[in-house]
Nanobody, 123 residues
Framework: QVQLVESGGGSVQAGASLRLSCAAS????????MGWARQAPGKEREFVAA???????DYADSVKGRFTISRDANKNTVYLQMDSLKPEDTAVYYC?????????????????WGQGTQVTVSS
């Protein structure tokens, strides 16, 4: 069982930056995959970004060039640096993880979720 705790959400103006953090507790030495998803009011949860233990990353098209995902070396901690924020980035952001590599190369496939942190961007 993986427990994920996010921090760093808040309310900002369009064009500003925010950094989200997520710490995981896990029996696995290093989680295979950690990432972020978000859910805006009235919409389904959508993938944002992910990074595996080898440093390979994947991003949603809507955030490419603006968001950067990173992980502490040898630690189950992941960050999401969000720059040039837009009102359409407003959502609850969830930290997510997959403990082990099971042959599934889909970077949007997670098996553990955090509680979420609110990000609000005003115009």
């Amino acid at each position: 069982q993986v427990q994920l705790v996010e921090s760093g959400g808040g309310s900002v103006q369009a064009g500003a930056s925010l950094r989200l953090s997520c710490a995981a507790s896990s029996r696995a030495d290093i989680l295979y995959l950690m990432g972020w998803a978000r859910q805006a009011p009235g919409k389904e949860r959508e993938f944002v970004a992910a990074r595996n233990w080898g440093g390979v990353t994947d991003y949603a098209d809507s955030v490419k060039g603006r968001f950067t995902i990173s992980r502490d070396a040898n630690k189950n901690t992941v960050y999401l640096q969000m720059d040039s924020l837009k009102p359409e980035d407003t959502a609850v952001y969830y930290c997510a993880a997959r403990q082990y590599y099971d042959g599934n190369a889909d970077y949007t496939a997670f098996d553990s979720w955090g509680q979420g942190t609110q990000v609000t961007v005003s115009s």
